[in-house]
């Protein structure tokens, strides 16, 4: 059975840092490319970075590019999503998600989802 768990979320000060997790079980790990995604309210799911499957590459939107860092071990089935320079806007509920295969950007190319982890930046 496919899992993924996002934790790691929190309300955090403008400027602070957190560290988001997605332990992943019920698949080969290596297989799978693996995303972030975020949704505010009120707006659609949009992707924030992803790491592929056997060359790690690496996608960030543009507003978090210099800020956050995406990895994965894959001894320990986890992805990681580091986020330093927090900023009111980055504020939303953070989902982690899985697909088989190549880097894909969109959220429509993964069918594996984490329940969802809220990140809130205020002062």
């Known amino acids: 059975q496919v899992r993924l768990v996002d934790s790691g979320g929190g309300l955090v000060q403008p400027g602070g840092s957190l560290r988001l997790s997605c332990a992943v079980s019920?698949?080969?790990?290596?297989?799978?490319?693996f995303g972030w995604f975020r949704q505010a309210p009120g707006k659609e799911r949009d992707v924030v970075s992803c790491?592929?499957?056997?060359?790690?590459?690496?996608f960030y939107e543009d507003s978090v590019k210099g800020r956050f860092i995406i990895s994965r071990d894959n001894a320990k089935n986890m992805v990681y999503l580091q986020m330093n320079s927090l900023n009111p806007e980055d504020t939303a509920v953070y989902f982690c998600?899985?697909?088989?295969?190549?880097?894909?950007?969109?959220?429509?190319?993964?069918?594996?989802w984490g329940q969802g982890t809220q990140v809130t930046v205020s002062s």
């Open positions: 790491i592929g499957s056997n060359d790690g590459t690496i």
């Open positions: 998600a899985a697909r088989r295969g190549p880097l894909r950007v969109g959220a429509h190319w993964y069918d594996s």
């Open positions: 019920g698949f080969t790990f290596r297989e799978y490319t």
